[in-house]
C-alpha cells in the first residue's frame, strides 16, 4: 500500500518562502516519478513540478519555473518543493503524487496512481 503523506504547508504572505516536504512509504521509492500538483478552490488541479526517479529530469509548470525548486531524496524516501517569492496565485491545495508504474514521466493528473491527503498554502497580500 502507497502511502504519501504531506507536509509544510501554510499561512505566509506575498514574497515570503515556504518547503513543502512529502515521505513515501509502501514501495521502492527511487524507481518511481514523483510529482507536486496544486489545486485552488473552483480549479482543476494542475501539475506544478514532476521529477523523475535519478533526479536527471525534471518539469515545471510555466508559473512555477524560476520560483520553485523540487528535490527528491531516495535514501531518505522523500520529495520536496522549496517555493519561493510566493503570491497570492499560488494559494491551493498542494498534493504530492506518484506512479503506479516506474519510470517515465507524467504531466496530467490522471497519470498518476497515488495521491497524499494534501496540505493547504495560502498567500496574503
Known amino acids: 500500500q502507497v502511502q504519501l503523506v504531506e507536509s509544510g504547508g501554510g499561512l505566509v504572505q506575498t514574497g515570503d518562502s515556504l518547503r513543502l516536504s512529502c515521505e513515501a512509504s509502501?514501495?521502492?521509492?527511487?524507481?518511481?516519478?514523483m510529482a507536486w500538483f496544486r489545486q485552488a478552490p473552483g480549479k482543476e488541479r494542475e501539475l506544478v513540478a514532476a521529477?523523475?526517479?535519478?533526479?536527471?529530469?525534471?518539469f515545471y509548470a510555466q508559473s512555477a519555473k524560476g520560483r520553485f525548486t523540487i528535490s527528491r531524496d531516495n535514501a531518505d524516501a522523500t520529495v520536496s518543493l522549496q517555493m519561493n517569492n510566493l503570491t497570492p496565485e499560488d494559494t491551493a491545495v498542494y498534493y504530492c503524487a506518484t506512479r503506479y508504474l516506474p519510470g517515465g514521466m507524467g504531466y496530467r493528473a490522471s497519470e498518476y496512481d497515488f495521491w497524499g491527503q494534501g496540505t493547504q498554502v495560502t498567500v496574503s497580500s
Open positions: 521529477i523523475n526517479p535519478s533526479g536527471e529530469d525534471i
Open positions: 509502501g514501495r521502492t521509492f527511487a524507481v518511481y516519478t
